[in-house]
Nanobody
Framework: QVQLMESGGGLVQAGGSLRLSCAAS????????MGWYRQAPGKQRELVAS???????RYADSVKGRFTISRDKSKNTLYLQMNSLKPEDTAVYYCNVVVITPVTMPVGPWGKGTLVTVSS
């Protein structure tokens, strides 16, 4: 079964940037869509961005124009470039394998996530 490990989180000031990485075991990520989720304290986990095997991307309205999701299939690695960070972006970020239809849903196991803290 696929295993996921997030990294790259940290403390950054508003307006700064961070690049998150998600290493996936095996080759499942090469044939499935992937997504980034985040969960702030006291909030529900929400989908931030997704990318299909063919490279089609979608973003939550709150991050459009600021975040970019990408993948390197040869390395089984998913990335999330986060620019112009805002305090409301503060959350634990998770990656997962997702299905797109009928709605985007996570289908793999959850990892520990990586914490992103944006100060203001």
């Amino acid at each position: 079964q696929v295993q996921l490990m997030e990294s790259g989180g940290g403390l950054v000031q508003a307006g700064g940037s961070l690049r998150l990485s998600c290493a996936a075991s095996g080759s499942m990520s090469s044939t499935n869509a992937m997504g980034w989720y985040r969960q702030a304290p006291g909030k529900q986990r929400e989908l931030v961005a997704s990318i299909t095997s063919g490279g089609n991307t979608r973003y939550a309205d709150s991050v459009k124009g600021r975040f970019t999701i990408s993948r390197d299939k040869s390395k089984n690695t998913l990335y999330l470039q986060m620019n112009s960070l805002k305090p409301e972006d503060t959350a634990v970020y998770y990656c997962n394998v997702v299905v797109i239809t009928p709605v985007t849903m996570p289908v793999g196991p959850w990892g520990k996530g990586t914490l992103v803290t944006v100060s203001s």
